[in-house]
Each structure stands twice: as structure tokens, then as C-alpha cells.
């Protein structure tokens, strides 16, 4: 590459709230998204929550003169809901499915269903290579009482080491989506630390659209005004993260978000604000590159927020754990219940009232048995990122001085863990 090297992105991300027969105006709002992709002509396209495949495939009809490479990541019962488009073509594409998401049982809420998931696409652009992830995490429901917590920073967790692990050939490495967590959240912090990612609001000097760079704004009129009412001006859950390796510098030209309404028509493309961002990627010499390094001196950030997601991630434990024993219990009082009235049957005494009741206890038992078996799976998956945590925190004691009481501390905690994991 030449000295004078340099790289411009034009990069777009939306939420689309295309649940079908449930999100308002869904059909109309595909069409003016294609018509404005089609105007502005991105390098890269990545959507959310276009749960439709017939939204997918419309939209690659459309799109296909401007944006000829397009995937549509599939996964759960009803779909990832990711899908992206490019103006240039894609060497590799691969995913990678969260393994908590939800409860199954809570059907109001779906996200169970809807299989979250991390997209991995793969560019080669001007020499470089670009690894370019879309992700949707779990919704929050209620910030005071958050019972999918632990589930959405293990998520966090899984997509950092995805990023982490895939990550080790690109030369720019770029992340978009709905990650439902606020800038201060855990998981926002943990993903942070651990990929070294920027964040395109915080780093641009030039940004224009809602105030504090929110997503959610209540100007939206698809936006339910009853979810921000703690927070007047609106929240920022959606994001343009990125960083580039050693040797070159990235950095966020121009960011803008559109303010409750179509640039165009007035009338939102989705109830989530979209994100258009311009990067520039150069030569850079070594001592002015940004990108972190995590040596010790950057270590102690890194270590006090694997510390909290361990503990959030011991308490989701704890609360799993319960939750299986509870089911146990049930089991157990059923299958007590299931051989009472067969006993009744064989006697004859009640024997009408015995048959009437067997359905319902078989029921019963089943019922409890798949809970159980949920909350056990569950708390198998929380064990091992909270495992891979432990490991993360241990290296970096490694590589850090740390004062007798944090040490003693951090020992604590892992031989609570160690007891944990052996009962």
C-alpha cells in the first residue's frame, strides 16, 4: 500500500421493526427504506428485525443494481431478524447463535424465538480486509426489575469473544446493531474493554440528528411514549463501533441519525432511529495508533468490569439454579401424585376421579420436567462464561500488580466459583 492510502465507508444501520401483522405500516416502510438505500448508495447496509423473508427478498430485488452481495442470516423459529447488503462482494460469511436468549415461556416477550444471533461478513477492499459484524441482542423490558440481565451480558460477552477470536486476520474491524444496552450498561462496557472497539458517536467530530445521539427518541410516533418516560430526551441502544489493526488509522468522519422521521417523507422508516456513518481508514505510524493494547497499565478498567459481570453472571447462576430446584420439586410431588392415583384406580374406590386426574398430572409432570431441564441448560451456559471470565481475570493478574486486598478478593471469588461448579 502506498503512504498516501485511504479508504472511505459510508455505512448505514437500522433497526426495522418488521415484525409481521404486528409492526404498523411494515409494507410501506420496506418500500421507502429500499427507495432511500437506493438514493444514498452505502458501501454497507445492516439491518435488524426484518423478521420476514418476503421483507428480504423484496428488499434484494430492489436494492440489487446498487447493492449486488446481500445474506440473510437464519436462525431459531423465526429468525435472526439480520441481514445485511454491499456494494462490494462478500468473501466469507458465518454466524454465531447465543446460546441464552430468553425464556422460552415467556411467549408475550419472543425473544426465545427469534434465535438472537451475531453476522459475520467478510470484505476485501483497496488490500484490506474488513470484517464486518451485525448483531441484535436481548430486549430489556423493564430497567427496574431486568430479569433477562445475566442472559444479555453473557451475550455481550459471547459476541466480544466472537469478534475476538474471528477478528485475528482484519485489517479494520467494523460492529453495528441493536445492542439494547445504554452506553454505561455492563455489557456495553465489557464489549468495549474486551475488542477495544470505539464508539462512532463518541469519536466523530461531526455529527448531526437527535440529541445525545439517541435511537429511541420520543418524537418517533411508532416509539410507545411509556417506555422513555424516565428518559425525556430518548435512549441510546443502537451503535457504529469499530477499530483497525496496528499501522492504520480509523476514524469516524461524519455521523448522523435521522431525528423521528424519514429524511425525505416525514414519516419513520422504523420505530428505532437509523445510523449513517462515514469512516476514513489510513497509513498511521505506530505511536499514533489508537487502538488499544490492554497492557498493564490499561489493565485495571478491563479487570473492575470483568469483575461486575461476574458477579451478574453468579447471581443469574444462583437464580437458575433455583429455578431447576423448584422444578425438582415439582417433579417429584407430581410423580408422587401419578402413583397415588393409580393406586386409587387399581382399588376402585374412585376410580372415575382417579382417570379424570391423570391427565392433568401427567401434565404436570412433563411440564415441570422441561422447566427443569431449561433452567439446568441454562445454568450450564452461565457456568461456562462465567468460567471463561474467571480464566480472562486470571491472566490479567497475571500481567498486573494487584494490591493485597484486590488480589485476596479476587481469590474469593474464585473459590466460591470453584465450589460452585463442583456441587
Avoid at 78 to 94: A, M, R
Avoid at 253 to 272: E, F
Avoid at 398 to 414: I, N
Wanted: charged share 20%.
Amino acid at each position: 500500500m502506498k503512504p498516501t492510502f485511504s479508504l472511505r465507508l459510508k455505512i448505514f444501520n437500522l433497526n426495522c421493526w418488521g415484525i409481521p401483522f404486528l409492526s404498523k405500516h411494515r409494507a410501506d416502510r420496506v418500500k421507502r427504506l429500499g427507495d432511500f438505500l437506493n438514493m444514498e448508495s452505502f458501501d454497507l447496509v445492516l439491518l435488524e428485525e426484518v423478521w420476514s423473508e418476503q421483507d428480504f427478498h423484496y428488499l434484494r430485488q430492489k436494492l440489487l443494481p446498487t447493492y449486488p452481495a446481500a445474506h440473510y442470516f437464519r436462525s431459531g423459529i423465526i429468525g435472526s431478524g439480520l441481514c445485511v447488503f454491499s456494494k462490494h462482494p462478500i468473501q466469507e460469511f458465518t454466524q454465531h447463535v447465543f446460546t441464552l436468549n430468553g425464556y422460552p415461556y415467556m411467549v408475550h416477550h419472543g425473544d426465545w424465538f427469534c434465535g438472537k444471533a451475531v453476522g459475520l461478513l467478510v470484505l476485501h477492499l483497496s488490500g484490506l480486509v474488513l470484517n464486518a459484524y451485525v448483531t441484535h441482542l436481548h430486549a430489556e423490558y423493564s430497567r427496574q426489575k431486568d430479569i433477562y440481565l445475566a442472559h444479555r451480558v453473557a451475550q455481550a460477552w459471547e459476541l466480544a469473544q466472537f469478534i475476538h477470536h474471528t477478528s485475528k486476520k482484519a485489517d479494520v474491524v467494523l460492529l453495528c446493531g441493536d445492542l439494547n444496552l445504554h452506553p454505561k450498561d455492563l455489557g456495553c462496557r465489557l464489549l468495549k474493554e474486551w475488542t477495544g472497539l470505539h464508539d462512532a458517536f463518541l469519536e466523530t467530530r461531526d455529527f448531526k440528528g437527535s440529541e445525545e445521539g439517541c435511537t429511541m427518541v420520543p418524537e418517533n410516533c411508532y416509539v410507545n411514549q411509556r417506555e422513555l418516560e424516565q428518559f425525556p430526551v430518548g435512549i441510546r441502544i443502537d451503535y457504529v463501533l469499530y477499530k483497525a489493526v496496528s499501522g492504520l488509522y480509523i476514524s469516524c468522519k461524519t455521523l448522523k441519525t435521522t431525528t423521528g422521521s424519514d429524511p425525505h417523507s416525514g414519516t419513520p422508516l422504523s420505530d428505532h432511529e437509523a445510523l449513517m456513518a462515514t469512516l476514513c481508514v489510513r497509513h498511521s505510524p505506530p505511536q499514533h495508533n489508537p487502538s488499544p493494547t490492554h497492557g498493564p497499565a490499561e489493565r485495571s478498567p478491563l479487570i473492575n468490569v470483568l469483575r461486575e459481570a461476574w458477579t451478574e453472571l453468579d447471581q443469574g447462576l444462583a437464580q437458575a439454579r433455583w429455578w431447576a430446584t423448584i422444578a425438582g420439586y415439582v417433579i417429584g410431588l407430581g410423580l408422587i401424585l401419578l402413583v397415588l392415583l393409580c393406586a386409587l384406580a387399581a382399588g376402585g374406590g374412585i376410580k372415575e376421579i382417579a382417570i379424570l386426574l391423570w391427565t392433568p398430572s401427567v401434565g404436570l409432570v412433563l411440564g415441570a420436567g422441561a422447566f427443569y431441564l431449561f433452567h439446568m441448560q441454562e445454568a450450564k451456559s452461565l457456568c461456562r462464561v462465567r468460567a471463561e471470565l474467571q480464566h480472562v481475570l486470571g491472566r490479567a493478574r497475571e500481567t498486573q500488580d494487584l494490591s493485597p486486598e484486590s488480589e485476596q478478593a479476587l481469590l474469593l471469588g474464585q473459590q466460591e466459583g470453584d465450589r460452585a461448579e463442583e456441587q
